[in-house]
């Protein structure tokens, strides 16, 4: 019932900045956290950061201070991504935590960073 879909990914310089939206449709009551995950070809699935339904934040450690998870309502959910390395290089998705049904995950959206 609840779909997320990514968007703002692309290619952009290091040093640049991205702002990652994620949208969310259906039945939003259930969720209590949202998060941004990534993966990089190679390696495991990273949290990167993630908001409460309170507003509280917390970010791992490559990204903080550089990264901003923001959410304007339950529908829009925002990765504001300043200062890019090329080891941001990855796929960010987007991830809906819910009481008892669960994780729900979007399809992704591909950030590239060149030096």
């Known amino acids: 019932q609840v779909h997320l879909a990514e968007s703002g990914g692309g290619l952009v310089q290091a040093g640049g900045s991205l702002r990652l939206s994620c949208t969310a449709s259906?039945?939003?009551?259930?969720?209590?956290?949202m998060s941004w995950y990534r993966q990089a070809p190679g390696k495991q699935r990273e949290l990167v950061a993630s908001?409460?339904?309170?507003?509280?934040t917390n970010y791992s450690n490559a990204v903080k201070g550089r990264f901003t998870i923001s959410r304007a309502n339950a529908w829009n959910l925002y990765l504001q991504m300043d200062s890019l390395k090329p080891e941001d290089t990855a796929v960010y998705y987007c991830?809906?935590?819910?009481?008892?049904?669960?994780?729900?995950w979007g399809q992704g959206t591909q950030v590239t960073v060149s030096s």
């Open positions: 259906g039945n939003l009551v259930r969720t209590y956290a």
């Open positions: 908001i409460t339904n309170g507003g509280s």
């Open positions: 991830t809906a935590h819910q009481w008892e049904t669960g994780s729900v």
